[in-house]
């Protein structure tokens, strides 16, 4: 009988992905996967042959919605628990985890994804029998993660994007909250760089609430060759043609950008949590030297330009700090410390 580990995470892309890539590790080892949180049930992410049990709960902004909800929840998580039996139970923080890991009763593990860990861990901290996290916390181990995105080949990445071979490569994007901000800053940026200067191409990811086309129509009237899409389900031949990259900071994107040597201009999201997203480049800036960071609101297309020629002249240095970076990572990796675990 095959080992199953549940994985308490929600529904969006940033807990999915890594879920779900953690997931495909566990199943190409014999072990048998189980999603379970809130808002699985209406997440957009979900695939057919994913193992799903929604579970109801909300969060704390509204504290006697979040308690009716969450109490609903863990009766039902309580229920899944009993039916499984699982072997081990791995939250991915925040609400969305909580009413299986205060239901859970066995092994539970925490795992963080940021540098700092969040209020739903930190409540639980003290339950838990291990906390991982890709980035090195206090309390916790450094894991590896695998990746979230399919390794394509750059040639592969120019057709699909109709791009040149022979121009340094920026990838732009801000994720599904922040890019807006990015969008508007970094258009008045390239207009206020020198002409000679423009000797780059752009893959610009706009966001599916913003205009592609009218983007992209900007950098036509400045000479620019560019790539604008509103959505890239793929990032795996965005990854393979960029050579430096503008984004935010969120912990999935900071370990995809070392994870493929790619060194960035990371301006954190400036309505974060907690500092998360600062704190996520900081660790790429000061531990592993690939980035440069800048906060939004200081920002003028000035200060951005600037920006922008320092990222272009300091690439090839960053990216080798990056590639001594991940040649001396010795992280273990998350999916063989559980079958470790589980298998005994």
Request: aromatic residues 6%; charged residues 20%.
């Amino acid at each position: 009988m095959s080992k199953t580990v549940i994985l308490a995470c929600g529904g969006t892309a940033g807990h999915l992905y890594p879920a779900r890539a953690l997931a495909q590790d566990l199943k190409a080892r014999g072990v048998r996967p189980i999603f379970a949180g809130v808002g699985l049930d209406r997440s957009p992410f979900i695939k057919e042959d994913d193992h799903v049990h929604p579970l109801t709960g909300a969060p704390l902004k509204n504290p006697l919605k979040a308690l009716l909800k969450t109490a609903q929840g863990i009766l039902d998580a309580r229920r899944l628990i009993r039916r499984v039996e699982p072997d081990l139970i791995l939250g991915f923080g925040s609400y969305h985890s909580a009413p299986l890991l205060v239901a859970s009763k066995g092994p539970m593990w925490l795992f963080e994804a940021n540098t700092v860990m969040g209020r739903t861990n930190q409540l639980l901290v003290r339950k838990a029998d291990k906390i991982l996290s890709p980035f090195p916390l206090k309390l916790g181990t450094a894991v590896k993660m695998p990746s979230i995105v399919e390794k394509q080949s750059k040639e592969k990445a120019i057709e699909r994007y109709q791009l040149r071979g022979d121009l340094l490569t920026l990838l732009v994007f801000g994720g599904s909250q922040g890019a807006r901000g990015l969008n508007t800053r970094l258009l008045e940026a390239i207009k206020a760089l020198p002409h000679n200067l423009r000797h780059i191409q752009i893959l610009h990811i706009a966001g599916m609430k913003n205009n592609a086309l009218e983007i992209k129509g900007i950098y036509n009237s400045l000479g620019l060759t560019s790539c604008v899409v509103p959505f890239e389900d793929q990032m795996g031949y965005a990854y393979a043609i960029a050579d430096m990259a503008l984004a935010r900071a969120g912990a999935g994107t900071v370990q995809e950008l070392i994870a493929h040597h790619i060194p960035a201009l990371l301006v954190p999201y400036p309505y974060e949590v907690k500092e998360h997203q600062t704190k996520n480049a900081q660790f790429m800036r000061y531990t592993v030297g690939g980035c440069r960071i800048r906060q939004e609101g200081a920002l003028t297309p000035k200060v951005f330009a600037t920006e922008l020629l320092n990222l272009m002249e300091r690439r090839e240095g960053m990216t080798q700090a990056i590639e001594r970076y991940n040649d001396q990572d010795t992280r273990p990796a998350l999916s063989e410390m559980i079958v470790e675990e589980i298998e005994g």
